[in-house]
T-cell receptor, first 111, second 114 residues
């Protein structure tokens, strides 16, 4: 069955360092969504990527969708303590039949 | 907009008791999802409604779980009888249309079955 894997599972960075999480699907995706969940909170939608090779930016966050539409990445430049949380990717299968959430990457930012 | 509203926020119940979780989606959103989150299994889709009709309930663990959406503004997830392994955070989410658009999650219900 379809799977969406994320790496790394955990990441500790010093404040000001960059951070990247990677998302890989076993099959081609229609789109990919990214969510952030603060500790004790709920997932919050960040962005959706649809096109092959698409790159979108939100301030210090850069999202990429691979050319084959099977992988994606989220890069945070110069992390801040407010970036702490778990980042999930969620891939939509080509039949729009299901949205598969990745396992998440838990980011800790050390002040 | 108040967002997706879930109640209760916390529920502690004894094994064997019935538990009912409630959700009010965002007005105008015609898709509603129930998810369960645990450390071991992450976010699992339990059931997906579109226009109040269950479309995909393949994630419902077993007959002890049931979900209803009697109208566009209300849904319930019921567990009867509850078991300790049902302990988790249950999220309700809604979206404008199906799985194509981003989901808005509620704050969740933390269920503990003792």
């Amino acid at each position: 069955g379809q799977q969406v894997m994320q790496i790394p599972q955990y990441q500790h960075v010093q404040e000001g360092e960059d951070f990247t999480t990677y998302c890989n699907s076993s099959t081609t995706l229609s789109n990919i969504q990214w969510y952030k969940q603060r500790p004790g909170g709920h997932p919050v939608f960040l962005i959706q990527l649809v096109k092959s090779g698409e790159v979108k930016k939100q301030k210090r966050l850069t999202f990429q969708f691979g050319e084959a539409k099977k992988n994606s990445s989220l890069h945070i430049t110069a992390t801040q303590t407010t970036d702490v949380g778990t980042y999930f990717c969620a891939g939509l299968g080509t039949g729009a039949n299901n949205l598969f959430f990745g396992t998440g990457t838990r980011l800790t930012v050390i002040p | 907009d108040a967002g997706v509203i879930q109640s209760p926020r916390h529920e502690v119940t004894e094994m064997g008791q019935e538990v009912t979780l409630r959700c009010k989606p965002i007005s105008g959103h015609n898709s509603l999802f129930w998810y369960r989150q645990t450390m071991m299994r992450g976010l699992e889709l339990l059931i997906y409604f579109n226009n109040n009709v269950p479309i995909d309930d393949s994630g419902m663990p077993e007959d002890r779980f049931s979900a209803k959406m009697p109208n566009a503004s209300f849904s319930t997830l019921k567990i009867q009888p509850s078991e300790p392994r049902d302990s988790a955070v249950y999220f309700c989410a809604s979206s404008l249309q199906g799985r194509v658009y981003g989901y808005t999650f509620g704050s969740g219900t933390r269920l503990t079955v003792v």
